[in-house]
């Protein structure tokens, strides 16, 4: 009988699945090659396992990217040109680029997952997203073995989304990304939560760290710790809807907050439409809604991934029912 390996260590929700089997790759030869061995069955590449929900087993191989390396590729006065293999821990590219003095993502601290599966999602935060610094990318084309470069135009890239997770899903496999950062600080403190606890701090000198650790101390406060407590950050996206509905909820829910986008339509946050739903700090056995921000599902330990959907699905339809605003996950669900 086969042996199953346990996936419980491999997803930040901390949530029991196997898979057939679980292999690394260090560089291009090696991911070519599984997926050579590999070809008979199903598998997938997995990054930090963030952003990811196994509700099931995982009948397939699990490939891990393990390619490490960071590399000054280009220079000129304004920018540098950094070329990051896509099993580098984002966070730890990003306290890397702060030392060096490169600018840009200082803002996206803290944010679990790898540098490959950055882009897949077009990560975001406090007023930065991914597509600011994106240059260009590597990837495998999976059918042909062949390497293909995207630009930032073929990226498709848009909140929370890209072409990879849409017509190139499951087609590519993320090896590098290749950012410009700038060597003059352009800081972005327009977030209110960054500008607070800027002032707050008594900050007089603005500098990446400052910026960085701002974050990293907001974060701390609202998201939980995967180590610590099973999440995958937010599980749904903030909705998108028309101005003119937008003008028709406000009226029966006058606190309603949202930010106007070009296109005459509102983001609403999903985390108040959850909290005002009374689902802020619900809790289902091992499972809930975080106390501090009900955008994230949380697992307290033994939870089971397809509960975690379930509750998912019964707050999607209770928001569908409330306030007919369809709900949207960001988080993949296997
Ligand atoms: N809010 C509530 N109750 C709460 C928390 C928030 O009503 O308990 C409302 C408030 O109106 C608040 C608004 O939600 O002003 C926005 O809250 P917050 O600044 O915490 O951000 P968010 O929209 O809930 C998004 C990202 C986060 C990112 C933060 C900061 C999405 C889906 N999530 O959350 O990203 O860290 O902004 O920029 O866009 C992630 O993607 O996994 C993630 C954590």
Redesign the pocket.
Known sequence: MRTMQDLTNYNTFGVHATANSIRAFHNLEELKHLIKISKNQNFMVLGGGS?VLFTQNYSGVILKNAMKGIMVIGQTEEHVFVKVEAGENWHEFVLYAIQQGWCGIENLSL?PGTVGAAPMQN?????VELEQVFEHLHALHIETGEMRRFSHAECNFA??NSFFKQGGKGKYIITSVVFRLDLTPNFNTS???IESTLETWGVKELSLKIISDAVIYI?KS??PDPAKLGN???F???PSIPQIKYQDLKERFPEM?AYELPNDEVKV????LI??AGW?GHRRGPIGVHA?????LVNYGGGDGRKIKKLAEDIRLDILFKYDIDLEP?VNMI
């Open positions: 952003n944010i990560i975001g935060a406090y007023g909140y929370r977030y209110g939560a974060r609202k998201l995958a950050g937010s749904f996206k903030n907050p946050p999903a985390a108040w909290e005002q802020k501090k921000q009900p955008l994230v960001e």
